[in-house]
């Protein structure tokens, strides 16, 4: 009898050593709030091609996904992307009163939200309405830092700093009583961003150009640690449009990240994976890149980006070398055509 009863509690441990375990491995999950300028660029698309990917693969947990592309089809466009890759229930941040993009570059989100079958209904699925409403982003922020254990989240940031700066500025509100730096400081592991260049601090990147002000604001005054991918890396790894044409045939009804690409420029071209690497970084750690660092950075005002050697410092960036760059650029070659999982029951 005693045997059994040892027995009993042994399995009894080895459940609960189980339980445990799983919790673990649960809570290893990483945690992000991907940021993007959905609709400037299509490499967001991409990103979030991957990003969907690897919630799949179990890899990642996503919070919420934030606009700094002022308008309505930035919006819509998300939750199209959202429900047809079978995550509908991703929270979705907007951007009031942002920078002026509008006509920067071909709009592929609108061009995909315009989308009709032949009997005059949208193309792609919504699981929302009334986009107006969705909450201003740097309020979401704060919502779900408010709500997550100290120093878990990692942002991804591709687009503007101006949710950042506006989050960074927020006072304490009905979700905590920390100055939104504060709460950052406490909440948010890592910055992950794509911005800047380091070595031309005459060069205006696109993200930094476009708010220069909150870009400095950021860059100069996060409190925690930023990894940034700098211009030079994106676009020395070009997706080859071929793929877009060629690897995609499974989805027979459509598929809304190749009708972005299709509508950003005339087909074929390859498009430099500037958002996608930062994403990769966050999720796959260093293994696929260089990485320089410490350093001190400043934002010029007119947006140009200055890395200064500091050993005191918590800025980074990302560099590749043309092998490097080879293996990621096969990596994303194996994961953008792959079936979600959703496609795949």
Known sequence: MKKIMIALIFAGVLALAGCENEKTAQSDKLNIIFETDIGNDVDDAMALDMLYKYIDQDKINVLAITINKDGLAPAEFMDIMNTWYGYPDIPIGIIRNGADCETDAVNYAKAVVDLKNEDGTPKFARSHGDYDK????????????????????????????????????????????????????????????????????????????????????????????IVTSPFEVGISICYPGASIENDFGWAENGHPMVEA??????????????????????????????????????????????????????????????????????????ILPTKPAKYNK
Do not use: C
């Open 261 to 334: 690409y299709k509508a950003y420029l005339p087909m074929p071209y390859d498009r430099p994976t500037w958002d996608l690497t930062s994403l990769l970084y966050a999720v796959e750690g260093d293994s696929f890149f260089t990485i320089n660092g410490p350093f001190k950075m400043e934002v010029t005002e007119l947006g140009g980006t200055i890395f200064t050697p500091d050993e005191n410092g918590n800025r980074y960036y990302m560099m590749v070398d043309k092998v490097q760059a080879d293996v990621i650029n096969k990596h994303f070659q194996g």
């Open 134 to 225: 969705f909450p201003d982003a740097h309020i979401l922020y704060r919502k779900i830092l408010s709500e997550m254990p100290d120093n878990s989240v990692t942002i991804v940031s591709v687009g503007f700093s101006t949710n950042l700066a506006r989050l960074m500025d927020s006072p304490a509100d009905e979700y905590s009583p920390l100055t939104g730096k504060e709460l950052v400081a406490k909440k948010v592991k890592e910055l992950i961003t794509m911005a800047g260049h380091t070595t031309d601090a005459n060069f205006h990147e696109y993200n930094v150009f476009k708010d220069p002000p909150a870009a400095k604001k950021v860059f100069e005054e996060w409190p925690t640690k």
